[in-house]
């Protein structure tokens, strides 16, 4: 009895144990050392063509401020349109300071990731804004419809509102020829002055998936090879950046499975109250109004 007694009690020490390790792992979190921002509904609200933005409040002097204390700081979008430093003008023209190296879309992830695999030839599906970062890798950018049907070691899918069954069944011939599927952002909506917005290349990848059943290697956010280009760009950890945006399902995924810090902003996709009932893993570190509140307490 006094050895069963005996075990139950040091069963007892080893769970508070643990529970205090964990409340410590909780508590001790990585400081930030660099920050990340969301566009669509974070800094801005664009009409549905991303031809002309709102700045969401407090964006601008969060921004400059951060710049002023030599803060690093980029803009990572999952749209996927334009080329970077087209972007970043836009975003400069309307007062937010941001530089063209500061101005990341998923294509600059893509780029890194399949120079990394030794990745030759690619087919995209998508405006000429999709494919440049590619280019400027260096790699072998195809757009479709291609008329040169020569084996690609990729397909990549980006914004591509002119997408037609054609580029759907090209693509679904390159994968049947041996390519990968990559793809720019899986998410089906964004947040956009008219409200949700479809994102294409969500359906098109949908569409191609279907018939191929090819497992799709996505490269915006939420996925880890997102934060870890964040990471390698600033020269700091994972779990060293802040993230900010208004979505739980592509930034706060990203950030609480890489062990950043998420900040939600509730501007676009998200009230308080739906962030409130996020479950832990899509739920942010910290809730804040808009985006000029994230320097103040
Ligand atoms: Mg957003």
Same mark, same amino acid.
């Given at each position: 009895? &006094?050895?069963?007694?005996?075990?139950?009690?040091?069963?007892?020490?080893?769970?508070?144990?643990?529970?205090?390790?964990? &409340?410590?792992?909780?508590?001790?979190?990585?400081?930030?050392?660099?920050?990340?921002?969301?566009?669509?509904?974070?800094?801005?609200?664009?009409?549905?063509?991303g031809k002309s933005y709102d700045v969401l409040p407090g964006a601008i002097e969060t921004l400059t401020r951060l710049k002023e204390q030599g803060v690093p700081y980029v803009v990572l979008t999952n749209g996927s349109a334009?080329?970077?430093?087209?972007?970043? &003008?836009?975003l400069r023209g309307v007062g937010l300071p941001v530089a063209d190296s500061q101005m990341l879309t998923p294509s600059s992830v893509?780029?890194?990731?399949?120079?990394?695999?030794?990745?030759?030839?690619?087919?995209?599906?998508?405006?000429?804004?999709?494919?440049? *970062?590619?280019?400027?890798?260096?790699?072998?950018?195809r757009f479709v419809p291609d008329d040169d049907h020569g084996a690609y070691d990729a397909v990549y899918v980006g914004w591509h509102p002119d997408c037609g069954m054609k580029d759907i069944e090209m693509a679904c011939n390159a994968i049947w020829g041996g390519a990968?599927?990559?793809?720019?952002?899986?998410?089906?909506?964004?947040?956009?002055?008219?409200?949700?917005?479809?994102g294409y290349s969500y359906a098109i990848t949908g569409a191609i998936r279907r018939m191929t059943?090819?497992?799709?290697?996505?490269?915006?956010?939420?996925?880890?090879?997102?934060?870890?280009?964040?990471?390698?760009?600033?020269?700091?950890?994972?779990?060293?950046?802040?993230?900010?945006?208004?979505?739980?399902?592509?930034?706060?995924?990203?950030?609480?499975?890489?062990?950043?810090?998420?900040?939600?902003? *509730?501007?676009?996709?998200?009230?308080? &109250?739906?962030?409130?009932k996020q479950p832990t893993a899509r739920r942010p570190h910290r809730i804040i109004e808009n985006v000029g509140e994230l320097l103040r307490g």
């Open positions: 009895m &006094a050895s069963r007694a005996k075990k139950s009690v040091l069963k007892k020490a080893v769970v508070k144990k643990k529970a205090a390790k964990m &409340a410590v792992k909780r508590a001790a979190r990585s400081p930030i050392r660099a920050y990340m921002f969301d566009l669509d509904g974070t800094l801005v609200l664009g009409d549905r063509s334009q080329p970077p430093p087209s972007q970043a &003008a836009k893509t780029a890194g990731v399949l120079s990394q695999r030794g990745v030759r030839r690619v087919l995209v599906l998508g405006s000429t804004g999709v494919g440049w *970062c590619l280019q400027q890798a260096g790699i072998e950018t990968k599927l990559y793809v720019a952002s899986d998410v089906p909506f964004f947040a956009s002055k008219q409200g949700r917005t479809i059943k090819a497992p799709a290697i996505i490269t915006g956010k939420p996925s880890q090879f997102a934060l870890s280009y964040l990471a390698r760009h600033f020269g700091v950890k994972k779990s060293e950046v802040g993230v900010v945006g208004d979505d739980p399902l592509v930034e706060m995924i990203m950030a609480r499975r890489g062990g950043a810090t998420g900040i939600g902003v *509730c501007t676009g996709t998200t009230s308080r &109250a739906q962030w409130l």
